[in-house]
């Protein structure tokens, strides 16, 4: 690390471009992989002749119905959870801090699932309505932790912060299981696997609904990078430069959690991407979020795209959602992170 | 000492009355709490038909059969999984003198669970008395997994945030696995009541097999308890004292491992109970374990059996898990112990 920070700001700017463009190629390589693996098998040359309009029908269907929705909403969700573990870890001053551990994803979860349960078939209910319905639990959990882990004079210490969002997102899952239960079995189906991170949502109407929040958070986010490196330092040296803290750490805050529930919406409860992604793109470019945050959400788009791609070609008749791949990758690394942390 | 559970400047206090106090009440509590509980259910059955359905039982009146072969069972069920997982929770909060122990929140419960969804998927035929076994294995693991993280963590001091940290992670992987495991072997539906905590499912069979593995764990656990109040000062006042803290400590995990196996068997891993009653039991009686550990027994029996009533009524006909329900006691409890106890957590 240290010698990362003694790196002129202008090295690290072309480092940062550059691995932000080997991260687009890999992107696109696994994006291609993903396009040909899945129960129905398409060779390159067929997906791209089907690309450029000359296919079967069925590989028609497959392509552009099936699997090219699904992976745009892999990398949309992947990008949008990545950043905003970034902008939790920045604004919340702690490495550990990610929406599935700070149970935020839980909230936004229980929403859908109230929505999804009153629904009688999943198929009816309206995709555009669903980020909404997320955000509104994602928020509502995100204000509730907020002030369960405000002590007055003290503020907002992280260990309590973490502490208080694991109690939450117990109880939410408690609540989320009555709920779950009480299903018929069709809709258990559904929501189990959607708890799992299936990417379930795969077509183009969930594209749509998605793209939006991402196309408006994901700018604002970076715009407000150069905040999120003085709101990264202690609290007495970001007020001292002038800085409303209060207000920008909640419009981040806001943001962030907007991301993570938009996601959720659409993507089902996938875990651990908010930690890594920041966590993989800090090492190698360094903590400034101008640089850093690009690179957090190229990697996490790579992350469940490449959990996807593994959860359906994993095992042959039934397919692994990208959320339980994601986390069998991501707990050892956060057992690691764990494990080097000071706290 | 900067993590030191009991307030090192008040004087070890003691209430034996208190203790005693608890026990008979608790008892009494216990028995009509499982006379209670056989008469809540959708099929509405009185006390003179439960008196004589165990005194003069009658095979052809469905009634009996439902107390003798469902209801009677779940509720000796809860009362020993309750005293279990109570015990548990509070050996380790008195071994490792961390306030947030409990099995569910450690991971002791994950690894047991997940270790019964491999046995259910690989080896569906294997008899209850068997399972039991790969259980205390699996709470083992469990245990293990999250005490040699916060163990081999930079520093090496097991914090209760790097506990109950490391307890979350771990517990997550663990459920992730299951769940994939579960949706592979398409054993879906049944899992998710009994991972949140499926009492109702209990069986005279499960309780035969699991009663006599509970009464050695709790004895042990009586056995352990002057040294657990020992060690529960500090290792090295243990150590001072000449107690051999790592034989004290390993023979605690191994009843722990016991008493917890044994409940997830049964009923799935249910949380907050060793967080809540060990607590509650602390403040009213102190803390000399030779008390803790008895009246904890007595109240976690007590605490499930009424958590059970209330899964029963409160969405009737539908059952409620009883994970569920005593996570709504165990939440704001533990938010609470988050609060207060902040600078012995870090």
């Known amino acids: ?343 | 000492m900067s993590n030191f559970q009991l307030k090192a400047d008040a004087p070890i206090r003691t209430s034996p009355w208190m203790a005693m106090l608890i026990i008979i009440i608790g008892t009494v509590v216990i028995v009509f709490g499982i006379g209670a509980s056989i008469v809540t259910g959708v099929a509405n059955i009185s006390f003179g038909t439960v008196w004589a359905s165990i005194f003069h039982f009658d095979s052809n009146n469905d009634h009996h059969v439902i107390i003798q072969s469902l209801r009677l069972p779940r509720a000796l069920a809860g009362a020993l999984v309750g005293a279990a997982f109570a015990v548990s929770g509070a050996m380790m909060q008195g071994m490792t003198r961390n306030p947030i122990a409990d099995t569910g929140l450690l991971g002791v419960n994950a690894g047991a669970s997940f270790v019964l969804v491999l046995v259910f998927a690989f080896f569906p035929s294997l008899s209850f008395e068997y399972i039991i076994l790969f259980s205390f294995i699996g709470a083992g693991l469990g245990a293990g997994l999250v005490y040699s993280i916060a163990y081999f963590s930079k520093g090496g001091r097991m914090t209760p945030l790097r506990l109950v940290l490391a307890g979350a992670v771990v517990g997550s992987v663990l459920t992730g696995l299951s769940q994939a495991l579960s949706l592979l072997f398409q054993i879906n539906y049944d899992l998710a009541f009994w991972s949140a905590g499926g009492i109702s499912t209990a069986e005279w069979f499960q309780v035969s097999v699991m009663l006599p593995w509970i009464i050695v764990g709790l004895l042990a656990a009586m056995i352990l308890s002057r040294s657990i109040t020992i060690l529960s000062l500090g290792e090295d006042v243990a150590a001072g004292l000449g107690q051999r803290t790592k034989w004290t400590k390993a023979m605690g995990a191994i009843v722990v491992m016991i008493l917890t196996g044994a409940s997830v068997s049964t009923v799935g891993g249910v949380a907050f109970i060793g967080l809540i009653v060990p607590h509650i039991v602390r403040f009213l009686v102190g803390v000399d374990y030779r008390w803790i550990i008895p009246c904890s027994a007595i109240m976690g029996g007590v605490l499930v059996i009424l958590a059970d009533i209330g899964a029963k009524t409160v969405a009737m006909p539908y059952e409620t898990p009883l994970g569920s329900i005593i996570a709504i006691l165990g939440v704001p409890f533990f938010l609470y112990l988050a609060r207060k106890e902040r600078r012995e957590l870090t």
């Open chain 1, 1 to 343: 690390m240290n010698s990362d920070i003694l790196l002129h700001s202008q090295k690290r700017k072309n480092r940062s471009i550059k691995l932000v463009f080997l991260f687009g190629i890999l992107l696109l390589l696994v994006f291609i992989i993903s396009l040909n693996t899945g129960r129905y098998s398409i060779t390159p040359i067929e997906v791209w002749h089907t690309l450029l309009g000359a296919g079967t029908k069925k590989q028609n269907l497959v392509l552009f119905e099936l699997r090219l929705p699904r992976m745009i909403i892999s990398v949309l969700i992947g990008a949008g959870l990545a950043v905003s573990g970034a902008v939790l870890q920045g604004i919340s001053r702690n490495g550990l801090s990610d929406p599935g551990i700070l149970g935020i994803n839980a909230g936004a979860g229980l929403a859908v699932l109230l929505f999804v349960s009153m629904y009688p078939s999943t198929s009816l209910a309206p995709p555009f309505l669903m980020p909404f319905l997320a955000l509104l639990g994602a928020g509502l959990t995100a204000i509730l932790i907020y002030f369960l882990a405000y002590k007055k004079g003290q503020g907002i210490t992280a260990t309590r912060l973490l502490l208080t969002g694991i109690a939450v997102g117990a109880g939410i899952s408690a609540a989320t299981v009555i709920l779950v239960l009480q299903l018929n079995p069709r809709n258990f189906e559904f929501v189990v696997t959607w708890q799992m991170g299936s990417l379930w949502g795969a077509n183009w109407k969930f594209v749509l609904a998605l793209l939006p929040w991402m196309i408006i958070l994901l700018p604002y986010v970076y715009w407000k990078s150069k905040t999120m490196n003085i709101l990264s330092m202690n609290e007495p040296i970001s007020g001292g430069l002038g800085l409303e803290i209060h207000k920008e750490r909640l419009a981040l805050l806001a943001a962030a959690v907007g991301l993570a529930a938009s996601s959720v919406a659409t993507g089902g409860g996938i875990g651990f991407v908010g930690l890594l992604g920041p966590h993989i793109a800090r090492r190698m470019v360094g903590p400034e979020h101008q640089y850093m945050l690009p690179l957090t959400a190229a990697v996490g788009a790579l992350l469940v795209l490449v959990g996807d791609t593994i959860g359906r070609s994993i095992v042959a008749n039934t397919e692994v959602p990208a959320g339980v791949i994601i986390s069998l990758l991501g707990g050892p690394y956060f057992i690691y992170l764990l494990m080097r942390a000071k706290a």
